[in-house]
């Protein structure tokens, strides 16, 4: 969630030469849009074209000389060729696009930011039908009730703004370049949201196109299955053009802090994250937010251990708060950086070096593999996991050929939002967490082609907490850190709500048309 996990290509994750792919994924690209076309028999293009012309949908096709460059991945260990982008101004234009994909039984799926780790906003395979949201941006404040109207082709970067200029604000991630859209459809974790929930949790109604191109409202009593399914699932069942939230007030102040104890030995470090579960059981306020970031040590045997975090609540009780955690650790660390200020201050600190204004650069790509741990609060960690997990990164991380990092977030512990919400209230399904890890390596250089051991490295690092705990532990997956190799993905995303899912996705979308990897089927 936090800056780690968008500044890919930065000094922690090497930028990107240029935007074009190498020749190797050029040659893919290019045999994927011409088995678009040898298939186009069966889904007929021109009555594509025609049909979405004829609601003035503007799209993209293979063979125009943008579609390279609008069907472009964010993670570029994906190259996939949709049968068309297109790129609708209304919700109307929406409900066009989706009837006109389902008349030809196309996969259709939506793209807000267009960030997801398996390229699902591309349909995560060939021949889908791409309706991206980045046309629709309104962002309507209503200080009668202190909600906002957020169209989801906006990105949280220019949420932000826009809600700070009215003086509020919402729980979301730190990369502000992330679609509000997938983002509050799976979950939406910051570092307010122990205080204010996630992002899906400030979600009061939405509008949404379903598989048939029908639009409809959806909230707490109008279609109440829909809206229990769009608030952790939301991208299998439709297309939300636009949500309805409930704001918060910005804070009046905000600390943002990060310390760093390099080249930390296995058992100090382990330490440090039995001590961090420790500290989240005590009476901690849900204005402090933090996660613990890790990265590979100068030599064999030792990690880099950060602590990084903001924190919203009195600013005289800062240093009482965090001082508990702090003294379990090494009393000097490498760095450490405390940075006061507003609230929108703490949300463009925590996005460096992107900016939050959007439209003023473009987006970095990146070639990598992320995988993801949900830690039951109610069974922390063992020490036997803590130190097999410490153990590998610090062997197994520093031979690595990936540039990696894990971020351990902390998700619950005392007086946490996020585990208040009662489980059944939204598909979202793991209210019982501590921890979220995200397991993270990219390619050496953020380049094509990702290394063939970057997959086994992480799968060991994850294996090596689980196969240190107890054969029940109660562990779950991320969909926002989404893993196209997960075993057991079904139940490790949506956990127990996934029968209801199922049924409910039988009703709602009887045709399949919101489908791709690792959604609700």
């Given at each position: 969630m936090a800056r780690y996990i968008m500044t890919v290509c930065t000094s922690h994750h090497p930028p990107n030469s240029s935007c074009s792919p190498p020749h190797s994924s050029m040659l893919s690209l290019l045999l994927n849009v011409a088995a678009i076309w040898l298939c186009a028999s069966a889904q007929n293009v021109t009555v594509l074209q025609q049909t979405l012309a004829a609601h003035g949908v503007s799209a993209v096709y293979p063979g125009d000389i943008t579609f390279r460059n609008v069907s472009k991945a964010f993670n570029e260990r994906f190259t996939f060729a949709p049968i068309a982008v297109a790129f609708p101004t209304s919700v109307a234009q929406v409900s066009a696009a989706v009837a006109a994909g389902a008349a030809q039984n196309l996969e259709v799926v939506a793209r807000s930011g267009g960030h997801s780790y398996i390229a699902n906003g591309l349909g995560g395979r060939n021949g889908a039908l791409v309706v991206?949201?980045?046309?629709?941006?309104?962002?309507?404040?209503?200080?009668?009730?202190?909600t906002a109207i957020i169209e989801t082709g906006n990105r949280l970067g220019d949420v932000a703004l826009a809600l700070n200029a009215n003086?509020?604000?919402?729980?979301?991630?730190?990369?502000?370049?992330?679609?509000?859209?997938?983002?509050s459809g799976y979950g939406g974790f910051g570092f307010t949201s122990r205080a204010w929930g996630l992002t899906l949790d400030t979600v009061r109604s939405a509008t949404v196109v379903l598989g048939n191109g029908t639009v409809v409202s959806a909230s707490s009593n109008v279609n109440p299955d829909l809206f229990f399914a769009i608030r952790g699932a939301s991208p299998s069942f439709g297309i939300?053009?636009?949500?309805?939230?409930?704001?918060?007030?910005?804070?009046?102040?905000?600390?943002?802090?990060e310390y760093t104890w390099n080249n930390l030995d296995i058992q100090t470090a382990s330490n440090g994250i039995a001590s961090f579960q420790t500290f989240a059981a005590s009476n901690i306020p849900p204005e402090f937010g933090a996660e613990l970031v890790f990265t590979a040590g100068h030599k064999k045997?030792?990690?880099?251990?950060?602590?990084?975090?903001?924190?919203?609540?009195d600013a005289k009780l800062f240093n009482s708060t965090l001082a508990p955690y702090l003294k379990t650790l090494p009393k000097t660390p490498s760095n450490a950086t405390i940075t006061p200020g507003s609230y929108i201050n703490s949300v463009a600190v925590l996005a460096e070096p992107m900016a939050l204004n959007t439209s003023s650069a473009p987006d970095s790509p990146n070639t990598f593999y992320t995988k993801s741990l949900m830690t039951p609060s109610g069974a922390?960690?063992?020490?036997?996991?803590?130190?097999a997990f410490v153990t590998y990164m610090a062997n197994q991380g520093f031979t690595s050929d990936t540039d990696w990092f894990v971020e351990v977030e902390l998700y619950g512990g005392t007086n946490s939002a996020i585990n208040a919400v009662p489980l059944d209230s939204t598909a979202f399904a793991k209210r019982d967490?501590?921890?979220?890890?995200?397991?993270?390596a990219s390619s050496s250089n953020g380049r094509p082609p990702y290394p063939n051991d970057g997959f086994s490295f992480l799968d060991g690092m994850v294996a090596s907490i689980i196969n240190n705990s107890p054969s029940n532990w109660n562990y779950g997956a991320y969909l926002n850190y989404i893993?196209?190799?997960l075993t057991n993905a079904a139940n490790l995303y949506y956990g127990s709500h996934y029968q209801r899912l199922k049924s409910l996705k039988a009703a709602l979308d009887p045709k399949d048309t919101f489908r791709f990897p690792v959604g609700v089927a």
């Amino acid at each position: 969630m936090a800056r780690y996990i968008m500044t890919v290509c930065t000094s922690h994750h090497p930028p990107n030469s240029s935007c074009s792919p190498p020749h190797s994924s050029m040659l893919s690209l290019l045999l994927n849009v011409a088995a678009i076309w040898l298939c186009a028999s069966a889904q007929n293009v021109t009555v594509l074209q025609q049909t979405l012309a004829a609601h003035g949908v503007s799209a993209v096709y293979p063979g125009d000389i943008t579609f390279r460059n609008v069907s472009k991945a964010f993670n570029e260990r994906f190259t996939f060729a949709p049968i068309a982008v297109a790129f609708p101004t209304s919700v109307a234009q929406v409900s066009a696009a989706v009837a006109a994909g389902a008349a030809q039984n196309l996969e259709v799926v939506a793209r807000s930011g267009g960030h997801s780790y398996i390229a699902n906003g591309l349909g995560g395979r060939n021949g889908a039908l791409v309706v991206d949201m980045s046309k629709l941006k309104a962002i309507t404040f209503r200080p009668s009730n202190n909600t906002a109207i957020i169209e989801t082709g906006n990105r949280l970067g220019d949420v932000a703004l826009a809600l700070n200029a009215n003086g509020r604000a919402l729980p979301h991630g730190t990369c502000s370049y992330v679609g509000i859209g997938g983002h509050s459809g799976y979950g939406g974790f910051g570092f307010t949201s122990r205080a204010w929930g996630l992002t899906l949790d400030t979600v009061r109604s939405a509008t949404v196109v379903l598989g048939n191109g029908t639009v409809v409202s959806a909230s707490s009593n109008v279609n109440p299955d829909l809206f229990f399914a769009i608030r952790g699932a939301s991208p299998s069942f439709g297309i939300v053009t636009s949500i309805e939230v409930q704001t918060f007030p910005a804070p009046p102040s905000a600390i943002v802090f990060e310390y760093t104890w390099n080249n930390l030995d296995i058992q100090t470090a382990s330490n440090g994250i039995a001590s961090f579960q420790t500290f989240a059981a005590s009476n901690i306020p849900p204005e402090f937010g933090a996660e613990l970031v890790f990265t590979a040590g100068h030599k064999k045997g030792l990690v880099n251990f950060g602590l990084t975090g903001a924190y919203y609540g009195d600013a005289k009780l800062f240093n009482s708060t965090l001082a508990p955690y702090l003294k379990t650790l090494p009393k000097t660390p490498s760095n450490a950086t405390i940075t006061p200020g507003s609230y929108i201050n703490s949300v463009a600190v925590l996005a460096e070096p992107m900016a939050l204004n959007t439209s003023s650069a473009p987006d970095s790509p990146n070639t990598f593999y992320t995988k993801s741990l949900m830690t039951p609060s109610g069974a922390p960690m063992s020490q036997a996991a803590i130190t097999a997990f410490v153990t590998y990164m610090a062997n197994q991380g520093f031979t690595s050929d990936t540039d990696w990092f894990v971020e351990v977030e902390l998700y619950g512990g005392t007086n946490s939002a996020i585990n208040a919400v009662p489980l059944d209230s939204t598909a979202f399904a793991k209210r019982d967490t501590l921890f979220t890890i995200q397991f993270y390596a990219s390619s050496s250089n953020g380049r094509p082609p990702y290394p063939n051991d970057g997959f086994s490295f992480l799968d060991g690092m994850v294996a090596s907490i689980i196969n240190n705990s107890p054969s029940n532990w109660n562990y779950g997956a991320y969909l926002n850190y989404i893993d196209d190799r997960l075993t057991n993905a079904a139940n490790l995303y949506y956990g127990s709500h996934y029968q209801r899912l199922k049924s409910l996705k039988a009703a709602l979308d009887p045709k399949d048309t919101f489908r791709f990897p690792v959604g609700v089927a």
